[in-house]
T-cell receptor
Framework: GAVVSQHPSWVICKSGTSVKIECRSL??????MFWYRQFPKQSLMLMAT?????????EQGVEKDKFLINHASLTLSTLTVTSAHPEDSSFYIC????????????FGPGTRLLVL | RKEVEQDPGPFNVPEGATVAFNCTYS??????FFWYRQDCRKEPKLLMS???SGNEDGRFTAQLNRASQYISLLIRDSKLSDSATYLC????????????FGQGTELSVKP
């Protein structure tokens, strides 16, 4: 199946710093990528939908100025958590859809963020 | 009401048991349905899509009832390796492929 990578796999940072997470589709071109967040013992919550070459669509309650999304190419989307705080500590997962295959989304391995 | 609701779990079963997971969804515009499996501290992986006619993949059987907005997953002859959290997932087709995840049901298969 299609492969999606994320980098870094984990990051620890101080409060107030910004953290960039990359999501890459390795063997297909993804016009649409999705960013999710998962807190412990909870399910995945969609944060935003990222479309190549256009602005991301954010879900209700997700601050677009805090979670900056850039989808500059068909194989790369980035999520930047700006001025991170301890409450932003979470498991961030991206997914990508291969338009040739259809609706199936392929998930990256996730990035664990811990803000001290 | 949550858009996708699952049995709260956890389910603790012995090896070889048959276990059933239930899921309901609230949006009648939902177009496609999936079961994902998520292991601890890992990303979710697609287990199977769910079709209206029902479908089977080895020990796994998925059923969909659109009238009742109900989805199920049956695991027969459960193995230790089936221990994971099972996520019911719905695609709201008119929202650009947006997936809505249930909260998950944890399964623990014991020897």
């Amino acid at each position: 199946g299609a492969v999606v990578s994320q980098h870094p796999s984990w990051v620890i940072c101080k409060s107030g710093t910004s953290v960039k997470i990359e999501c890459r589709s390795l063997d297909f071109q993804a016009t649409t990528m999705f960013w999710y967040r998962q807190f412990p013992k909870q399910s995945l919550m969609l944060m935003a939908t990222s479309n190549e070459g256009s602005k991301a669509t954010y879900e209700q309650g997700v601050e677009k100025d805090k979670f900056l999304i850039n989808h500059a190419s068909l194989t790369l989307s980035t999520l930047t958590v700006t001025s991170a705080h301890p409450e932003d500590s979470s498991f961030y997962i991206c997914s990508a859809r291969d338009p040739i295959v259809g609706e199936t989304q392929y998930f990256g391995p996730g990035t664990r963020l811990l803000v001290l | 009401r949550k858009e996708v609701e699952q049995d709260p779990g956890p389910f603790n079963v012995p090896e070889g048991a048959t276990v059933a997971f239930n899921c309901t969804y609230s949006n009648s515009a939902s177009q496609s349905f999936f079961w994902y499996r998520q292991d601890c501290r890992k990303e979710p992986k697609l287990l199977m899509s769910v079709y209206s006619s029902g479908n089977e993949d080895g020990r796994f059987t998925a059923q969909l009832n659109r009238a009742s907005q109900y989805i199920s997953l049956l695991i027969r002859d459960s193995k230790l390796s089936d221990s994971a959290t099972y996520l019911c997932v719905v695609n709201i087709g008119n929202q650009g492929g947006k997936l809505i995840f249930g909260q998950g049901t944890e399964l623990s298969v014991k020897p």
